[in-house]
């Protein structure tokens, strides 16, 4: 299971950034896939996913500034954050997993890689 997330870095607040995941062709023919992300002294956070089909949701903290989507040809899986927040900085996960019932199951995770919001 590989899943290779890349571009976090440090942003001023209002700016924007773009996540990339990359992940094997035997982890992106899971149903779904999404991004988390942890911030220090916090739970876990689910912040959006999408299914094999396109669909998508993202958690109401984030919703309106951050867009996922994927490009399949690519086995590639993005995060697109706008009018960051401090409240924003965190590592951020690439998942893949399973999308039941209603709910996102993740079953891999990735590395992470770090979203720094600070003027």
């Known amino acids: 299971v590989q899943l290779q997330a890349s571009g976090g870095g440090l942003v001023q607040p209002g700016g924007s950034l773009r996540l990339s995941c990359a992940a094997s062709?035997?982890?992106?023919?899971?149903?779904?896939m999404g991004w988390c992300r942890q911030a220090p002294g916090k739970q876990r956070e689910l912040v959006a996913r999408i299914t094999n089909g396109g669909s998508t949701n993202i958690a109401d903290s984030v919703k309106g500034r951050f867009t996922i989507s994927r490009d399949n040809a690519k086995n590639t899986v993005y995060l697109q954050l706008t009018s960051l927040k401090p409240e924003d900085t965190a590592v951020y996960y690439c998942?893949?997993?399973?999308?039941?019932?209603?709910?996102?199951?993740?079953?891999?995770w990735g590395q992470g890689t770090l979203v720094t919001v600070s003027s």
């Open positions: 062709r035997s982890v992106f023919s899971n149903d779904a």
């Open positions: 998942t893949a997993g399973v999308y039941s019932l209603g709910t996102y199951h993740p079953r891999s």
